[in-house]
């Protein structure tokens, strides 16, 4: 053991040799930097509420734009769409070295996991392109497929992790050492524990080879095989596709026919089997060598090991959480059934409403739109992301109501097509900063690429799909002049947002004239979907700031005669499941709380080096724990309570919520209180008098909003 800790410290010192002086300076410049970044994103999800004097004004500055010939053009990722009403895919995880731009001139090449995917039913869809095989040489790293399919589709994904143990050290194995209950361990000169330092067993980053995926945005099971994040799939590189082909087709034939399985004893025994065999043989090869490991220091102890885990949940009917090699990802997106009579909303009584009123005519649906999906092992959810383990997952309702239907309707009339552009906003990097001594800069890409440019034509309107799928950056989505174009012409590209994380916006939100004046701010995991209309004069333009590009829009071609939608009537009708929460529809009021360890005042690590434990309601997260119950078809209002000095995204999975009230004590004198239209106006303004400030929404629909940080 002692000599395997001694290569351990010896092939850090050789990797990252700084004195322990650097690390102090180091960790003061990483707390500097989340200060500032974390600043950022507290104002983030406010910009939606306030009034524009209070947003920076965009100010192209003196920066030039660089000149075309030196950009790249957009890479549009590859799309795996629908077959029928199946929507079929084989994603596998790998990995390999992959060239990282840094600029728009360099890059580095790092070791990363990507997806790789496919369409099983139409090999013409597989992305990387076939004909630029993925792995060698260094390809560049890109988000993984587009997934798209409809409303009502059965999604069947055959996922693989076939990433390779031995090229992410230490990756795999909990607690090989023996001293951090199954965390990462990272020693550098002067500390022995630079790493799991106070973090504890789950809540700790380890087993980053492990991988599963969430779609996040869909209103499916977070069960089983639905969107379950709590399943861990150890990676092998010998389980191939065709070694579970048969049984994952009867698998996703049960699903479609009859049900998503609900026990282990669901899924085909020749598969169970297969499982048992491989986890076994992982239990006892694994490498370990801490307290009373073999000789040759490989097999785990028992209390490490997987199987008798997974024995144990399926012994108590639950559903096992270790695998190897294989999963089998298979649901039905809803389809929502408008029913025959919606009640009225009855009128505000108890705190409590009777079930029988609250269950009636309340029922969530699917919103179509732009989703995502991207891998969520607890405890290497960061490391996953910072792989660049993301990629976007399209849900479309093409009837002639639809949030598709009727935008294509529109363009159609107007004799348009509307090209839509998806665009994944990721930070890549190869390990997060709390395991590296010196902090890492985590270029932000777009589609894999450095201030790519998408290209248009004068006029020209295109419906962008975008998603941050970052770690930690907020991303302000503005579109300005470049000052090489402004001599020609001083109109920058227009824009219109018309959906928030997947969900379209009302009508009346649409309309407002601060959309499309005012800058769409991006939180990690938001999604925004705009129309964007290309300016009548050619040129360069920048999205972003010319000092700060995120991406550049470069018009050319023919002219093209296209517009916004100006009127209701043009606008896809909200789903009824969209409608407005009426406040006698509350059944429940419920406060949350966001904290993390006592006497902590900064983000990153304190002076000691302890990491930040973050809560809520003063507990961290515990497997097999649930913390709030909820009865089904019921709806309740939510308060969250940030006590940290980071504006933690609130996020549920399976449903988008609508924010009724924001408050930023840093930047508000009352809280701000969004209603539906003039009559709740009314009743809200009569209910807080002048404690709150009252605004006619309808309250936006979000999947994920940042809490404003406390008082500092
Ligand atoms: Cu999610």
């Not at 990507?114 to 792995?135: E, F, I, M, R, T």
């Not at 087709?249 to 025994?269: G, K």
Request: charged share 20%.
């Amino acid at each position: 053991m002692a000599e395997a800790d001694e290569v351990k410290v010896q092939s850090d010192e050789n990797d990252e040799a700084a004195p322990a002086t650097k690390h102090q300076k180091a960790f003061a410049a990483r707390r500097k930097f989340l200060r500032q970044a974390l600043a950022v994103t507290s104002s983030v999800a406010l910009a939606e509420f306030l009034p524009t004097v209070l947003l920076k004004a965009a100010s192209p500055g003196q920066a030039q734009c660089p000149p075309v010939t030196d950009l790249k053009e957009v890479t549009r990722i590859g799309e795996i769409t629908r077959n029928g009403n199946n929507l079929q895919a084989v994603l596998r995880v790998v990995d390999g070295e992959r060239t990282v731009p840094t600029s728009i001139k360099t890059s580095v090449k790092q070791r990363l996991r990507y997806y790789v995917g496919h369409n099983p039913a139409d090999l013409s869809q597989s992305w990387p392109p076939k004909d630029q095989p993925a792995p060698a040489p260094p390809g560049p790293t890109a988000p993984g497929p587009t997934l798209r399919c409809s409303i009502g589709d059965n999604v069947q994904i055959t996922f693989l992790n076939q990433v390779n143990v031995a090229n992410f050290p230490d990756s795999l194995a909990n607690g090989e050492y023996g001293k951090a209950e199954g965390c990462d361990e990272l020693r550098v000169p002067g500390n022995k524990n630079f790493y799991p330092a106070t973090d504890k067993f789950p809540n700790c980053l380890h087993a980053s080879s492990a991988a599963n995926i969430h779609f996040h945005g869909t209103h499916v099971t977070p069960s089983t095989t639905g969107d379950n994040v709590l399943v861990n799939i150890w990676p092998s590189t010998t389980v191939l596709e065709k070694d579970v082909q048969q049984a994952f087709q009867q698998t996703f034939e049960e699903c479609e026919t009859r049900h998503i399985p609900q026990r282990w004893e669901d899924l085909p025994l020749s598969w169970r089997m297969y499982q048992e065999r491989l986890i076994k043989e992982y239990d006892s090869t694994a490498p370990y060598v801490g307290p009373g490991a073999t000789p040759n220091g490989r097999g785990l102890p028992e209390y490490l090991r997987l199987w008798p885990q997974d024995v144990e949940a399926i012994a108590h009917g639950a559903w096992p959480p270790y695998y190897v090699g294989s999963y089998p990802y298979c649901f039905k997106i809803p389809k929502y059934e408008e029913e025959p009579h919606h009640p009225a909303p009855t009128p505000s009584g108890s705190a409590v409403l009777p079930l029988e009123k609250a269950h009636r005519g309340l029922k969530m649906g699917q919103a179509p739109g732009t989703h995502w999906y991207h891998s969520h092992k607890h405890g290497s959810t960061a490391i996953n992301m910072f792989n660049g383990l993301s990629g976007a997952f399209i849900i479309e309702d093409n009837s002639l109501t639809g949030y598709d239907g009727a935008l294509k309707a529109f363009y159609a009339k107007s004799g348009g097509n509307l090209d839509q552009v998806v665009l994944v906003f990721q930070q890549i990097v190869d390990d997060p900063n709390l395991l590296r001594p010196v902090p890492q800069k985590r270029p932000l890409l777009v589609n894999g690429q450095f201030t790519p440019y998408v290209k248009m034509q004068p006029g020209q309107v295109q419906l962008w799909r975008m998603v941050n799928a970052t770690v930690s950056a907020p991303i302000a989505i503005q579109f300005n002049l470049c000052p090489t174009t402004s001599g020609l012409a001083n109109t920058p590209p227009q824009f219109k947002q018309i959906a928030q994380d997947g969900v379209q916006y009302a009508f009346a939100n649409y309309n407002k004239p601060e959309n499309g004046t005012k800058p769409i701010n991006m939180a990690p995991a938001n999604r925004a979907d705009i129309l964007v209309q290309a300016p009548t004069q050619p040129g360069l333009y920048v999205v972003g700031t010319p000092a700060a590009p995120l991406l550049f829009i470069q018009v050319e071609g023919p002219r093209m005669s296209m517009g916004f939608p100006r009127s209701e009537a043009e606008f896809p009708p909200m789903p009824r499941f969209l409608n407005d929460i009426p406040e006698s529809d509350i059944r429940l009021q419920r406060r949350i709380v966001y904290g993390w360890d006592k006497n902590r005042t900064v983000a990153g690590r304190n002076a000691d080096g302890s990491s930040p434990q973050f809560t809520i309601d003063r507990e961290q997260f515990s497997d097999g724990v649930v913390n709030q119950v909820m009865l089904l078809d019921t709806a309740e209002e939510w308060t969250i309570y940030n006590e940290t000095t980071i504006a933690h995204p609130f996020h549920i999975h399976v449903n988008p919520f609508q924010i009724v009230e924001v408050f930023d004590p840093n930047n508000m004198q009352v809280p701000l209180r969004i209603v539906s239209d003039a009559m709740a106006m009314e009743a809200a303004v009569k209910k807080y008098g002048n404690t709150k400030k009252v605004v006619v929404g309808p309250p936006i629909w979000y999947d994920n909003f940042a809490i404003p940080i406390a008082k500092t």
